[in-house]
């Protein structure tokens, strides 16, 4: 049987969560420990003002390592788990997010749209922390990419580039999608989180959120907010768009996440218009 790419390997169970909790940082309150839910690589609980992460197949121990590293170097508080007989993987604990993940978000976008693209050039104008690995699941492998957005969509379009851009070495976030962008009551940019893929690379990975979860006048607002921005830019973050929400609705389909395949749903429309 083959498995998807978020298919669980090896998470934990929650009296396992609640024993690790309990032990490793007995200033918490771990009686109060709430499962918030899982994505591709992490399972999520919430203790107080903590939200702690643990991986559910290789790739997510890879992930919290990254952000185990890095994370403090940007500023952000991280409480770090170690292997125990019972979980033999390192866990995290980072600050909980306030704010509503976007595809919960009903409201309009322009305000988030401004704000995001001032935070992406914020991020993509940060020296790179050290230890910040290359891309690490090859965004612009083009055969594998092509071949992924044929698969899905039954075609490829015209205007998807055949060869990779040119090799750029900036900060970046590296997985924009909507369950890690947080919206604020006001319809602002409440935060951002799962940083495990953060790396060095080219801006398209993380501007093709502007063509994913923004209408034509939103993202040109975030275009504007965000700065310069080259037709390469453009091309590839349009193209990173396409595969990636493929990817995100059929995920969605599989777990049964209504908002999220709405997002994607309306998500490739935009890209595709």
């Known amino acids: 049987m083959t498995l998807n790419e978020w298919d669980d390997v090896f998470s ?4 396992t969560v609640r024993r690790l909790l309990a032990l490793q940082f007995p200033q918490l309150d771990t009686a109060s420990t709430v499962r918030l839910g899982e994505g591709f690589d992490c399972l999520a609980f ?6 702690f992460r643990f991986p559910r197949r290789p790739f997510g121990v890879e992930t919290l390592s990254t952000e185990a590293t890095l994370l403090p170097q940007l500023g952000h508080e991280v409480l770090v788990g170690a292997p125990e007989s019972d979980f033999p993987y390192p866990f995290l604990g980072t600050r909980f997010q306030p704010g509503v993940p ?10 988030l749209a401004r704000m995001l693209g001032s935070e992406l050039s914020r991020i993509h104008s940060t020296p790179l922390p050290e230890g910040t690995p290359p891309d690490p699941v090859g965004k612009f ?40 962008i947080y919206v604020s009551p006001d319809g602002g940019l409440a935060g951002l989180i799962d940083w495990g893929d953060m790396c060095f690379g080219h801006p398209a990975i993380d ?10 006048p939103e993202r040109e607002e975030l275009w504007k907010s965000y700065g310069p921005i080259s037709e390469e830019t453009l091309l590839y973050s349009r193209f990173r768009a396409l595969y990636h929400t493929l990817l995100l609705r059929e995920y969605a389909e599989d777990q049964k996440l209504e908002a999220v ?13």
């Not at 934990?12 to 009296?15: A, T």
């Not at 919430?46 to 939200?51: A, C, E, I, S, Y």
């Not at 070495?169 to 909507?178: A, L, N, P, S």
């Open 261 to 273: 395949l709405r997002e994607s749903e309306v998500g490739i429309g935009r890209i595709l218009q």
């Open 207 to 216: 501007l093709a959120c502007a063509w994913a979860f923004f209408d034509h």
């Open 102 to 111: 976007l595809e919960q978000y009903q409201g309009p976008r322009t305000k």
């Open 141 to 180: 492998d083009m055969p594998k990419r092509r071949a992924q957005i044929r698969e899905r969509l039954g075609y490829l379009p015209t205007w998807a580039p055949e060869l990779p851009p040119s090799a750029v070495e900036i900060f970046v976030h590296g997985d924009m999608h909507c369950r890690h």
């Open 46 to 51: 919430r203790v107080g003002d903590w939200v």
């Open 12 to 15: 934990p169970d929650e009296n």
